[in-house]
């Protein structure tokens, strides 16, 4: 696999600190916007007078994008290379953000899912782009740890975002909720519910020009690409004769865990809050559930950054990881109460090493098939699409705690995919 910035052959002047640097900042900004969705999902539920099954069309109007838009994405890579399509991405979710503001003005659901979708589009190339230069930037046996670093900038950006936003769009809203539901004056009503949504007008402004500035300095930043398409003689050996991604079993296994890991993560971190205000707690503090799940997730890929490679493989951690997400969600699902909650926010810490240890399972040896790979591990974020809707309508029909029996199964067949399922015609010499 290919080695760092500064000893590849392909030409590379900018330091590995410094490439690692500026995709962590990348990391960071994705990660803002992307755990926005679990404040959005409670305040659109109000702001748009919506079911548990509507409201979670946030999560699939972000997510799905990825479905549609990650092989185009690869196209647009092989076309500007990895720098100026990150780029492109930040300025694409800039866009997106903006859709924002005639959406709130409105009040109108199908404008915000339309803004989502379009900042998915953005995160889809930035995705496609950034997951597979992290993970071929060094060697591939210390991936998840490089991956765990770009996961703590994710996730603790991911902690503040929800508190932000929080406070500026969700503040009062307990006695908005109350006035809404009992009120008989229309008028009224139809006032609070757009107060409400107006909130989001000056945030999302400030986020999409903070984007576009973002942009501008990655097109003109030292970071140089990485060419996927010159192989080293172990990747050589491992492709020789291959004509298609789909020809490797460990990788088309990988698609199926990372989607199924995708879906666990957000219904993890988005449905969090939902439930704990199912529970009796308040809005105002119900909301901070998503924090508290990124936050196990940082401890997680701390954990991860001191143990792997050195004490643990990347597949042994992803192993241990899904069972712990197995007795976690158990235990949620079994347990009566607020304590429930927190529960479900220790799933962070579970998924935290997943991602990392996925992608570098996934796609070691593929070598000219890497962008292309890549592009469809990205589409498999589809997962958070999928999977949260279910979710949310199961919620409607039995209970937002039952419905979490869910992800159950899945922890099993990424327990599968750690111990079995990536030996499955992996090249010897890629190590795991």
């Not at 539920?45 to 799905?64: G, P, Q, S």
């Not at 210390?142 to 996961?151: C, D, L, N, Y």
């Not at 997962?383 to 899945?410: F, M, N």
């Amino acid at each position: 696999m290919a080695t760092t910035a500064t000893a590849s052959g392909n030409g590379q002047k900018t330091s590995y600190a410094t490439s690692i640097i500026i995709i962590g900042a990348l990391f960071f900004i994705f990660g803002f916007v992307t755990w926005l969705n679990g404040t959005l999902i409670p305040f659109l539920k109000i702001a748009c007078e919506l079911t548990n099954f509507e409201a979670y069309f946030v999560t699939f109007a972000f997510y799905i994008s990825y479905f549609f838009l990650a092989i185009p994405s690869s196209w647009i890579l092989h076309k500007t290379g990895f720098k100026n399509g990150m780029a492109l991405g930040l300025l694409v979710i800039a866009v997106g953000s903006a859709v924002f503001i005639p959406a709130a003005e409105t009040r109108t659901f199908s404008l915000f899912l339309l803004g989502l979708f379009i900042q998915g589009a953005g995160l889809s190339l930035l995705q496609t782009a950034s997951n597979p230069y992290i993970v071929i930037l060094g060697p591939i046996e210390s991936a998840a740890k490089r991956i765990s670093i770009m996961g703590i900038c994710n996730k603790t950006a991911g902690i503040l975002s929800p508190l932000i936003l929080g406070a500026v769009v969700l503040k009062n809203v307990d006695t908005i909720k109350e006035t809404v539901a009992t009120t008989t004056d229309a008028v009224l009503k139809a006032d609070l519910l757009n107060e409400l949504a107006g909130r989001v007008i000056v945030p999302y402004i400030i986020i999409a020009i903070v984007l576009v500035l973002l942009a501008v300095w990655v097109h003109y930043s030292p970071l140089q690409d990485i060419d996927t398409d010159e192989e080293d003689q172990h990747v050589n050996d491992a492709t020789h004769g291959k004509t298609s991604v789909f020809q490797f079993p460990y990788f088309v296994l990988g698609i199926i865990t990372l989607f199924l890991y995708a879906g666990c993560e957000v219904i993890a971190g988005d449905t969090v809050a939902l439930y704990a205000m199912s529970t009796g707690i308040p809005t105002s503090k119900a909301i901070i559930f998503t924090s508290y799940t990124l936050f196990s997730m940082v401890l997680g890929y701390i954990l991860g950054i001191a143990l792997i490679p050195k004490t643990l493989s990347q597949s042994k951690a992803l192993g241990i990881s899904a069972i712990l997400g197995f007795l976690l969600a158990l235990t949620a699902i079994l347990i009566k109460g607020p304590a429930s909650v927190y529960f479900i926010s220790l799933l962070g810490f579970a998924n935290a090493i997943m991602w990392p240890a996925i992608w570098p399972l996934a796609l070691g040896g593929l070598g000219k098939f890497t962008k292309i790979a890549s592009a469809l591990l990205v589409m498999c974020i589809a997962g958070c699409a999928i999977l949260p809707l279910v979710y949310g309508k199961l919620a409607d029909i039995i209970s937002r705690q039952e419905a979490y029996w869910i992800v159950v199964p899945c922890y099993v067949w990424i327990a599968f995919y750690a111990f079995k399922g990536h030996k499955i015609g992996r090249p010897a010499e890629v190590g795991d």
